[in-house]
T-cell receptor, first 112, second 114 residues
Framework: GENVEQHPSTLSVQEGDSAVIKCTYS??????FPWYKQELGKRPQLIID?????GEKKDQRIAVTLNKTAKHFSLHITETQPEDSAVYFC???????????FGKGTRLSVIA | GAVVSQHPSRVICKSGTSVKIECRSL??????MFWYRQFPKKSLMLMAT?????????EQGVEKDKFLINHASLTLSTLTVTSAHPEDSSFYIC??????????FGPGTRLLVL
């Protein structure tokens, strides 16, 4: 089955700097890769996703890149702000009705 | 995005009692929903896949007789924790598939068993 590895587990950056979180997956059949942001005590919120027919996707300060050959994908947050502080989870999906396989999460702290 | 609600948001119960948690897709129909459990500072642990009109599929190690799942309609799945014990205390979150693959999460239910 699919296995998703996520690094780093914790990340601290100064406000205004960029943050990068990386994930790798094992199943070459996976074709959908969402990223979720979870604040303390709250639900995971979908912030961006990418499908395997696309190499990069951007939404304001957030971007995701996908390298299918290497089976890895990354989340990039630019101009970080304190409200970006949260736990970020990457995930991979092989087909529509199957469960997402999550990474273990990255705790991002943005220091003002 | 699509909206998923969950009720109750918080519940405290005595050991040995049963607790029912509801997960609803508010503005869309979901033939498939998922139930997760999350421990503090940990990732989401999939418990089961809930399929409308059929039996749920449980992950390895999850007791189906303890965590009863019913998906009786296209907008509602329920998780019942039977004979709850303190070790069942956790944050339980459901998700529903919107469209082909996008999953949206409910706000979660914090269960405390005394």
């Amino acid at each position: 089955g699919e296995n998703v590895e996520q690094h780093p587990s914790t990340l601290s950056v100064q406000e205004g700097d960029s943050a990068v979180i990386k994930c790798t997956y094992s199943d070459s059949a996976s074709n959908y890769f969402p990223w979720y942001k979870q604040e303390l005590g709250k639900r995971p919120q979908l912030i961006i996703d990418i499908r395997s027919n696309v190499g990069e996707k951007k939404d304001q300060r957030i971007a995701v890149t996908l390298n299918k050959t290497a089976k890895h994908f990354s989340l990039h947050i630019t101009e970080t702000q304190p409200e970006d502080s949260a736990v970020y989870f990457c995930a991979a999906l092989a087909s529509g009705n199957t469960p997402l396989v999550f990474g273990k999460g990255t705790r991002l702290s943005v220091i003002a | 995005g699509a909206v998923v609600s969950q009720h109750p948001s918080r519940v405290i119960c005595k050991s040995g009692t049963s607790v029912k948690i509801e997960c609803r897709s508010l503005d869309f129909q979901a033939t498939t929903m998922f139930w997760y459990r999350q421990f503090p500072k940990k990732s989401l642990m999939l418990m089961a896949t809930s399929n409308e009109g059929s039996k749920a599929t449980y992950e390895q190690g999850v007791e189906k007789d303890k965590f009863l799942i019913n998906h009786a309609s296209l907008t509602l799945s329920t998780l019942t924790v039977t004979s709850a014990h303190p070790e069942d205390s956790s944050f339980y979150i459901c998700s529903a598939i919107w469209g082909a693959e996008t999953q949206y999460f409910g706000p979660g239910t914090r269960l405390l068993v005394l």
